[in-house]
T-cell receptor, first 114, second 114 residues
Framework: AQSVAQPEDQVNVAEGNPLTVKCTYS??????LFWYVQYPNRGLQFLLK??????LVKGSYGFEAEFNKSQTSFHLKKPSALVSDSALYFC????????????FGSGTRLQVQP | ETGVTQTPRHLVMGMTNKKSLKCEQH?????MYWYKQSAKKPLELMFV???????ENNSVPSRFSPECPNSSHLFLHLHTLQPEDSALYLC?????????????FGPGTRLTVL
C-alpha cells in the first residue's frame, strides 16, 4: 500500500520569504513523486515530479522540491514567496510497479501575506 | 487551460434523479481517471481507464457508473445518489505507457445532492 502525509493543514508565510510545504510518503518499491497546486474553483495543476536522478527537482513558477530517500520526504520549496502563490498544494505518490493510480495527500493551504 | 474539459461545472440533483458528468480531453492521452474531492479529505481515486478499458475500480458504489466510449471521452453516470456524495468530481488524463507521467486535470464538476 502507498500513502502520503502532509502534516500541515496550513502554512503562513510573508511575501518575499522562503516557503516550505512538507510531504512524506510510504511506498513499496521506488517512488514516483508529484506536486500539484489547486486554485479556487479550478482543477489541479501539475508543478513538478521526481522520477529518478537528481534529488533536487525544479518545476513551474519557481518551485522546487527535494527528494530525500532516507527520510522518505519530498518537501516543496520556493526561495521567495508571492501573494499569488496562495493556494492549496497536494503531494502525490505512485510506485514503480506500473499501477497508474496516484495516492494524494490531504493538501496544505499556503497563505502568503503581503 | 489544461486541455481537459468537464461539463457541467455545477450540478444540483435530487436523490431520485439520474444525471451524467462528461469529461473530454484534447491531449491525445490514452488513460483517463475519475476522482472525488470532498472537503478536508484527500482526493479519492474512483476509476481508471487505459485505452478504453477499465483497469481500476476503487470500491466505488454502484450508484456511480463510468463509461469510456473512446480515449478522448469519459462519463460518470449518476443515479439514486446520497447527500454524502456531494463533492467536486475531477477528471484527469495522462499518456499511455510508462507510469511516470503526470496527470492533467479538468476544472471539476461541483455536485450537490439534495
Amino acid at each position: 500500500a502507498q500513502s502520503v502525509a502532509q502534516p500541515e493543514d496550513q502554512v503562513n508565510v510573508a511575501e518575499g520569504n522562503p516557503l516550505t510545504v512538507k510531504c512524506t510518503y510510504s511506498v513499496s518499491g521506488n517512488p514516483y513523486l508529484f506536486w500539484y497546486v489547486q486554485y479556487p474553483n479550478r482543477g489541479l495543476q501539475f508543478l513538478l515530479k521526481y522520477i529518478t536522478g537528481d534529488n533536487l527537482v525544479k518545476g513551474s513558477y519557481g518551485f522546487e522540491a527535494e527528494f530525500n530517500k532516507s527520510q522518505t520526504s519530498f518537501h516543496l520549496k520556493k526561495p521567495s514567496a508571492l501573494v499569488s502563490d496562495s493556494a492549496l498544494y497536494f503531494c502525490a505518490v505512485r510506485d514503480d510497479t506500473g499501477r497508474r493510480a496516484l495516492t494524494f495527500g490531504s493538501g496544505t493551504r499556503l497563505q502568503v501575506q503581503p | 487551460e489544461t486541455g481537459v474539459t468537464q461539463t457541467p461545472r455545477h450540478l444540483v440533483m435530487g436523490m431520485t434523479n439520474k444525471k451524467s458528468l462528461k469529461c473530454e480531453q484534447h491531449l491525445g492521452h490514452n488513460a483517463m481517471y475519475w476522482y472525488k474531492q470532498s472537503a478536508k479529505k484527500p482526493l479519492e481515486l474512483m476509476f481508471v481507464y487505459n485505452f478504453k478499458e477499465q483497469t481500476e475500480n476503487n470500491s466505488v458504489p454502484s450508484r456511480f457508473s463510468p463509461e469510456c466510449p473512446n480515449s478522448s471521452h469519459l462519463f460518470l453516470h449518476l443515479h439514486t445518489l446520497q447527500p454524502e456524495d456531494s463533492a467536486l468530481y475531477l477528471c484527469a488524463s495522462s499518456p499511455g505507457g510508462a507510469g511516470d507521467n503526470e496527470q492533467f486535470f479538468g476544472p471539476g464538476t461541483r455536485l450537490t445532492v439534495l
